[in-house]
């Protein structure tokens, strides 16, 4: 039986680990090959452990243990040139290009927008907003050039749907998304190329289980974990569920990218346990 996306192809930013592993795995579950970039090195305003080679190479043998291909660059998505160059690199191999997923992105907060440092809200646009944007940019020629259609999805937040206090470079990242998605849904509409975001609530990935984190969540503690930081997490959401696992958003993502949303775009889809419709 045919995969969901069998033989298409799937260009994912942010590859290495968390969510973007998770895509990448659950698209070649259904019949993807993948091209996949990630920053592999830690981001000076960033204060969690970002991914590392090893992560990347930890995906490649996933992706490979399903009998998918995947092609990887080391890349930041805020250099046009390198994005461009992995994405025609993998399509050189892989021969063509459907679905782009632009996940990469880091978090960011703690701090009231007075004291936030520019060089740091600089940092969070650059990766979470204007490197979607890039990605975009640099994959949209494939996906037209393929003459098929295909699906771009973009990582948004609960947080691009509604605010948050002492998180304003995130929040005002996120809900720039939500606008380019929307732009972008009206431009490429007419070659059957559908653009939606995802908004994930708390996923258990070290964006959200890190000490630093734990520590804002739970200053009254001196080592908190992330079961710790449950119960804190969880008001956030309207279900009785602190945090959603990277395969919730991965499904989502496989929907999105499948025949099955093919008259779905323009749409930001929520999978935050209710986070965007909690009162």
Known sequence: MAGRVEGKVAFITGVARGQGRAHAVRLAQEGADIIGVDLCADVDTVDYPMATAEDLAETVALVEKLGRRIVTAVADVRDEDAQRIAVASGVAELGRLDIVVANAGISGGGAATETLDAHAWRTLLDIDLTGCFLTAKVAIPHLVA???????????????????????????????????MRSLANELAG???????????NVRTPMVDNESLCRMLRPDLANPTIDDAAAVLGQLHLMPVPLIEAVDVANAVLFLASD????????????????????
């Open 191 to 201: 070659q059957l190329i559908r653009v939606n975001s995802v908004h994930p609530g």
């Open 260 to 279: 099955e949303a093919r008259y779905i775009t323009g749409v930001p889809l929520p999978v935050d346990a209710g986070a965007a419709a909690k009162a």
């Open 146 to 180: 393929g003459g098929r259609g295909g699906s771009i999805i973009l990582t948004s937040s609960m947080l691009g749907l509604k605010g948050q206090g002492w998180m304003a470079a995130y929040v005002a990242a996120k809900h720039g998304l939500v606008g380019l």
